[in-house]
Nanobody
Framework: QVQLVESGGGLVQAGGSLRLSCAAS????????MGWFRQAPGKEREFVAS????????YYADSVKGRFTISRDNAKNTVYLQMNSLEPEDTARYYC??????????????????WGQGTQVTVSS
């Protein structure tokens, strides 16, 4: 059974940093795209960042470009999201996702087959 478990969320002041982790188990995703999405209260879940199977290609939402960095360690079957210069607008529950079929970075939710339960990030002003 595939599981994605996120960690690293918390409360941080504006301008601060957090590093989210997503550990996968049940299968190896070294050839598969993985991504991060987020959902703020009262809003739809939105794309944040994605990374190719090898880690060589990444893709970001405009709202986080230059502040967030996605990376992965395939030996640990883990993907990370380094979040710097956090803003109150980044407050949301962050979800990790993995694709069964795609290798290249994907931004559409429908391209992902496995989802974690999420980790809460709260940025205070």
């Amino acid at each position: 059974q595939v599981q994605l478990v996120e960690s690293g969320g918390g409360l941080v002041q504006a301008g601060g940093s957090l590093r989210l982790s997503c550990a996968a188990s049940g299968r190896t995703f070294s050839s598969n795209s993985m991504g991060w999405f987020r959902q703020a209260p009262g809003k739809e879940r939105e794309f944040v960042a994605s990374i190719s199977g090898s880690g060589g290609n990444t893709y970001y939402a405009d709202s986080v470009k230059g502040r967030f960095t996605i990376s992965r360690d395939n030996a640990k079957n883990t993907v990370y999201l380094q979040m710097n210069s956090l803003e109150p607008e980044d407050t949301a529950r962050y979800y990790c996702a993995a694709s069964r079929l795609y290798n290249a970075p994907r931004f559409r939710q429908r391209d992902y087959d496995y989802w974690g339960q999420g980790t809460q990030v709260t940025v205070s002003s």
